[in-house]
């Protein structure tokens, strides 16, 4: 079993409307978790954090964390073209300090 | 502070040469990541330091791979004999660690390597 999994899509919606991205992770005792997007041939960039159970907003986007099912996901509102990226979830466990992330998830928002 | 900085941004070599990475992390963090990255592939953990002391690093990685933070301020990541295996895109991060509480990540531009 992979430490974090994303559906590596991609996932395809259509201009102004939510896309939801899903992550599970395996470690139950995981403390910290993270959003990044990346575009084509770009670094990830950070997007947000999420520390305690239940949602988290910032803007257009919204993480939320469900420790109990080992779940978080990005929801992200009014999508557009330019939000068309590949987003990484990342977790560290909570037997180590590493930095895991999974391979990512594709966004299409087609105009 | 102008964020994380790597060195060089693209590296060509032969196979079976040594190559060099530097990355200088935002002053403040204390922890230091190196990930590999290829096309279609989230980043996969090389290893990480906590000031000077790396705490861990992958069991995927061979022998040839190796890499120092001294003073606890910039990283180099050394690949020794390098294959064309290892052509990809190396990233650094680096955060802060308060109290157990480890803050958000910050990357650097990466450098891409070929090998051919």
């Known amino acids: 079993q992979k430490e974090v999994e994303q559906n590596s899509g991609p996932l395809s919606v259509p201009e102004g409307a939510i896309a939801s991205l899903n992550c599970t992770y395996s470690d139950r005792g995981s403390q910290s978790f993270f959003w990044y997007r990346q575009y084509s041939g770009k670094s990830p960039e950070l997007i947000m954090s999420?520390?305690?159970?239940g949602d988290k907003e910032d803007g257009r986007f919204t993480a939320q964390l469900n420790k109990a099912s080992q779940y978080v996901s990005l929801l992200i509102r009014d999508s557009q073209p330019s939000d068309s990226a590949t987003y990484l979830c990342a977790v560290i466990p909570g037997n180590t300090g590493k930095l895991i992330f999974g391979q990512g998830t594709t966004l299409q928002v087609k105009p | 502070d102008t964020g994380v900085s790597q060195n060089p941004r693209h590296k060509i070599t032969k196979r079976g040469q040594n190559v060099t990475f530097r990355c200088d992390p935002i002053?403040?963090?204390?922890?230091l990541y190196w990930y590999r990255q290829t096309l279609g592939q989230g980043p996969e953990f090389l290893t990480y330091?906590?000031?000077?002391?790396?705490?861990?690093k992958s069991r995927l990685l061979s022998d040839r791979f190796s890499a120092e933070r001294p003073k606890g301020s910039f990283s180099t990541l050394e690949i020794q004999r390098t294959e064309q295996g290892d052509s990809a895109m190396y990233l650094c991060a680096s955060s802060l660690e308060i109290m157990t509480v480890v803050t958000e990540a910050f990357f650097g531009q990466g450098t891409r390597l070929t090998v051919v």
């Open positions: 999420i520390y305690s159970n």
């Open positions: 330091f906590q000031n000077e002391a790396q705490l861990e």
């Open positions: 002053s403040e963090h204390n922890r």
